[in-house]
């Protein structure tokens, strides 16, 4: 069983260490040696398990464990604890974490405690499938991050309200994100076939949309496109 996990960890030697020892088992990596670069890695998305420092500089481990689980209950988060940090491990299984392993650790019980999550992951998905239950819907881009089952929004930390029609278009756009829309795509897949509105109906939600997601100091995501339409992408 492989996958792609997330390693959170500030000491470079062991970090290093878990890419080596991660890689040679078939697993794909990332790395943070932050909490905030750490939480920002996560959003990204596509990972199937974080290995989780609690001593990290700026946000805690234990903070950034609080604010993956407030969006993310499934993903295994194995938490790398110093020896006598008793109350950080009874937080973080407290919090959500999948389990803990103490420094310094045998790579062969990290390896064999990363396959158990793996496996008991793997063993939800199935039992949610089998019950017929929604896969996570969870879109992203940067720091923004859109759930269509709990038709949550956040960019960064902040909680964006959005009208029903404001939370469709933007969905639309993230399914489609870097590919450049014409408000004629737009207003047949967002309004419906049968609109008879004036197209110039999008301007006015995407300057809804634009005014809600953005804010001081964050790069613009939707961008327009001169005589075309709208593009929603990460600025290079």
Same mark, same amino acid.
């Given at each position: 069983?492989? *996958? ?24 794909? #990596?990332?790395?943070? @040696?932050?909490? %905030? ?8 998305? *596509?990972? $199937? ?33 110093? /020896?006598?940090?008793?109350?950080? /491990? ?7 974490? #999948?389990?803990?392993? %103490? /420094? ?12 158990? @999550? ?8 199935a039992r949610r499938e089998e019950i017929g239950a929604p896969p996570e819907a969870m879109l992203t881009a940067g720091n923004l991050r859109l759930n269509e089952q709990t038709r949550e929004v956040y960019r960064g930390e902040r909680r ?33 076939? $049968?609109?008879?509105?004036? %197209? ?11 005014? /809600? ?10 961008? %327009?496109?001169?005589?075309? *339409? ?7």
């Amino acid at each position: 069983m492989t *996958g792609k996990i997330l390693i959170i960890e500030d000491e470079d030697k062991i970090a290093r260490l878990l890419e080596l020892e991660l890689g040679y088992e078939g697993y794909r #990596t990332g790395r943070a @040696a932050s909490g %905030t670069d750490g939480l920002d890695r996560y959003r990204e998305g *596509g990972w $199937d398990l974080i290995l989780l420092d609690v001593m990290l500089p700026g946000l805690s481990g234990i903070e950034v464990l609080r604010r993956i689980r407030a969006a993310d209950p499934l993903t295994p988060v194995i938490l790398l604890t110093a /020896k006598d940090s008793v109350e950080d /491990k009874v937080s973080g299984l407290d919090l959500g974490a #999948t389990d803990y392993v %103490t /420094k310094p650790f045998q790579i062969e019980e990290l390896l064999a405690r990363i396959r158990s @999550a793996l496996r008991a992951r793997a063993a939800v998905a199935a039992r949610r499938e089998e019950i017929g239950a929604p896969p996570e819907a969870m879109l992203t881009a940067g720091n923004l991050r859109l759930n269509e089952q709990t038709r949550e929004v956040y960019r960064g930390e902040r909680r964006i309200e959005l009208t029903p029609r404001e939370f469709d278009l933007l969905v639309y756009l993230l399914r489609n994100q870097r590919q450049v829309l014409s408000r004629e795509q737009m207003i047949r897949e967002v309004w419906g076939y $049968d609109y008879a509105g004036d %197209t110039n109906v999008v301007d006015v939600y995407i300057r809804y949309v634009r005014k /809600k997601i953005d804010e001081a100091g964050m790069p613009e995501l939707i961008h %327009t496109v001169r005589g075309v *339409g709208y593009v929603l992408k990460e600025s290079s």
